[in-house]
């Protein structure tokens, strides 16, 4: 099956062959991608569309003296298959060698640790900066695509890129899609370009004052090759824009391009599912749908990611089509922006998407949204050790990002009821911002929740003496089943809080406690410097109470089970029942 493949270990292989084995090698390269996606999972459709391209280019080029960068780099499988690492999708033992994005600690041909959108223009601008002062002669490629072109920081390189004067190839890999459809007009142009075989007036790149070339069967290895050699060691930026197709190989996720940019294990014959997955927790999906159908000013924004909020595409065309519905594309500095002017012009917004991707928007929740103290709401999806676990999508900070922002009341449910609740709270008041922690599943308490989120109060879940325990949301399970063994085990009840609001302290509550606490335990799924528990330990810092203090430690934590890395930090229910156990003592 991989007759050819099995004798590339590197580029240099790659430029021995000739076109037509070049073909045969891209059709090898495509099956052991298969390989591996259909066992283990992963980002499908960007890699089956790019593998001509990936051929191609080591073909052309010198890697690594020639320096290549992936946008997003969930496009570099091919890219890895390669450069030396094709065992890592061939043999199911070596399935784990590598990570789903380039990594510079795997190859010398992988430059950066890339996962985010919109990087790769500014990257390679970076790095073409760097070959000019060492005066050397080296290609700078940037591959960008799949709905990147939308980010603000793409756009900004291009607007840099136009006035550069020096070797820039940037290859715009335009399969018609983002994870979803892509939005924006720059698209507009790519499709008018498409159509008309790249001689298009209406030519984004142009403007920007960049050369531009077009190839239409971005997947035909030969026309590709002609291509780069075209551009290869020319002294000026230049658009190499390619047609591909997403997916390209496997007839059904040709045609559903959103369901199949990524996923598990898949059967390849029918692309059915290996395992059948759990029953998915709806509770976000609810709440925005109640929000919408009852409030006809309301409105969803959502930034390339709606399949996360529960908007699969026959149910967003409803509210698109209501006007309550928008998909900004990969921007959503644009989208936290927007909220805020919607929301100080009377209308009830939400945007809500993945917690790694909320880190682009830190300016425009302070300065647009939060100093102008505008009624939007935000949800924050997979927050702490329970969401993604990549180094590259990972969100152990988001209490350190939102928390300490002025006028911003930041929420930590631990229920489904809680969720409930503080987001009518958020979507009917018109006195702040709001956010939300949204966790990817929310236990029920089957009891209503009634509170008055206007009043910041944390709930005492548990009242006893002695040590207290404040629990930031899915660690409240751990603090009651740890007050439970200390009264089983020691006859004592200990305090147990749910903080319910993470940007503030409850100090009449605190105050409180030191009538008959000695000790007070906190516990949160994010990182321990500058979280809600160091501010806890900053009221008591003049005070007699003894304060221990549980998080993540500050690192790129990658790979890892969520209970594993929380016990390694002292938040397992037995190394906290020890703990307690040692303070009543």
Known sequence: MYNLLNTINGPQDIKKLDIDQLKTLADETRQALINKISNAGGHSGPNLGIVETTVALHYVFESPKDKMVFDVSHQCYPHKILTGRKEAYIDPEHFSDVTGFTNPLESEHDLFTVGHTSTSVSLALGLAKARDLKKTDENIIAIIGDGSLSGGEALEALDYAGEYDKNLIIIVNDNDQSIAENHGGIYKSLKDLRDSNGTSDNNVFRTFGLDYRYLEDGNDTAKLVDALNGVKNIDHPVVLHIHTIKGKGLDYAEKNREAWHAGGPFNVEDGSPKFSG???????????????????????????TPMGLGFTKDIREEYVARGQFADVGIAEENAVAMISGIAKNGGTAVFGTFAPFLQRTYDQVSHDLALNNSPATMLVLLPGVYGMNSNTHIALCDIQMFAHIPNLVYFAPTSREEYEQMFKYA?????????????????????????DYSVLKNKVERKGSE???????????????????????????????????????????????MADHKAVITIEDGELMGGYGQTIASFYGDKSMIVKNHGISRKFHTDFDPEQLLAEHGMSVEKLTAEVKELLA
């Open 427 to 451: 979507t009917t008041q018109r006195n702040h911002p709001t956010g939300i922690r949204a966790l990817p599943a929310f236990p029920s308490t089957g009891v209503k929740d009634d509170t």
């Open 467 to 513: 040590v207290a325990i404040f629990a930031v949301g899915p660690m409240l399970s751990k603090a009651l089943e740890t007050a439970e063994n200390i009264e089983k085990e020691t006859g004592k009840k200990i305090t147990v809080v749910n903080p319910r609001f993470v940007s503030g302290l409850d100090e009449e509550l605190l105050t409180e406690l």
């Open 278 to 304: 759990g029953s998915e927790d709806t509770t976000i999906f609810d709440s925005l749908k109640e929000l919408l159908d009852t409030n006809d000013k309301a409105i969803v924004l959502n930034a390339g």
